[in-house]
């Protein structure tokens, strides 16, 4: 059964019992690794690692358990058994919610430690007890954590899908088009000159399919499936490098399960019968 995850900032009373502590570095979560198992640190652990929930960032309460994130030095030793994995390695061993919230605590950290300055005068900020923001003490410019909203779009035509490569996959993966969305544009416009700019087409017939937190650092991924509407695939040979339009029987690798862009097309494949 699932956990309801209750976000705040201020600690819930009375405390939980135990807590979820995601301790983070770079792009890793903390974890304690016993054979196969993966575990999140135990409070011992927490505390011979000088962490305390007076100093952490209080995330909120999965469940009946509360949630912290703090950032450990690089410096810090680590009793055997414990490393640092990325998140996208702790897919599938933490529990999907508190997976989640690991994708929220490494935002929430990254946040910090890139606005610790205020951003128009240079002086030392300073959280806010209330609310998920750092205040500049001189000017008084507040700084809330970063959000980048990008757009992904599944294209059909008749019983097909469009899926592009990317420059930047590491693999010869194929994927379902996407991009930021730029100041003072609708996520429609967005959608319309991403995919004329990657690969040349003209979209219509525009619905909302989801969203989904893509932490990887800041972003927040919302999804829709379009119909193609005219123009011929012209990739843009830098964002990305091949598109085709791919029949359900003949696809070829595609995203793993955790993103929206595999949902896309698993949504896709269920309507053609194929799933």
């Not at 962490?51 to 509360?66: I, K, N, P, V």
Request: with cysteine.
């Amino acid at each position: 059964m699932s956990q309801l995850f209750t976000s705040t900032v201020v600690p819930l009373q009375p405390a939980s019992p135990t807590a979820h502590w995601l301790i983070c570095q770079a792009d890793g979560i903390l974890v304690q690794e016993d054979g196969p198992t993966v575990r999140l640190p135990d409070a011992s652990t927490v505390t011979s690692l000088g962490l305390s929930a007076a100093t952490a960032h209080y995330l909120g309460r999965l469940g009946d358990t509360d949630c912290f994130a703090a950032a450990l030095l690089p410096s810090t030793a680590l009793l055997p058994g414990l490393k640092f994995r990325s998140l996208r390695k702790l897919y599938g061993h933490l529990a999907e919610e508190l997976f989640a919230v690991a994708g929220r605590a490494l935002q929430v950290v990254h946040w910090e430690q890139t606005h610790r300055f205020c951003g128009r005068c240079g002086t030392a900020t300073v959280r806010q007890p209330n609310e998920r923001a750092m205040r500049c003490p001189a000017c008084e410019l507040t700084a809330f954590p970063r959000l980048s909203p990008a757009v992904i779009v599944l294209v059909r035509r008749g019983t097909q899908a469009l899926l592009g490569r990317s420059a930047r996959f590491p693999l010869p993966m194929y994927s379902t088009l996407a991009g930021f969305c730029e100041p003072g544009e609708s996520l429609e416009q967005t959608v319309a000159r991403e995919i004329f700019e990657e690969v040349g087409i003209t979209v219509t017939n525009l619905r909302y399919f989801g969203s989904q937190p893509w932490p990887f650092p800041h972003s927040l991924m919302i999804g829709f499936i379009a119909d193609y509407a005219g123009g011929e695939l012209r990739v843009d040979g830098e964002e990305i490098i091949d598109a085709r339009f791919f029949d359900a029987d003949e696809l070829p690798q595609i995203p793993p399960p955790l993103s929206i862009a595999r949902q896309l097309i698993n949504s896709w494949l269920t309507e053609q019968g194929k799933m």
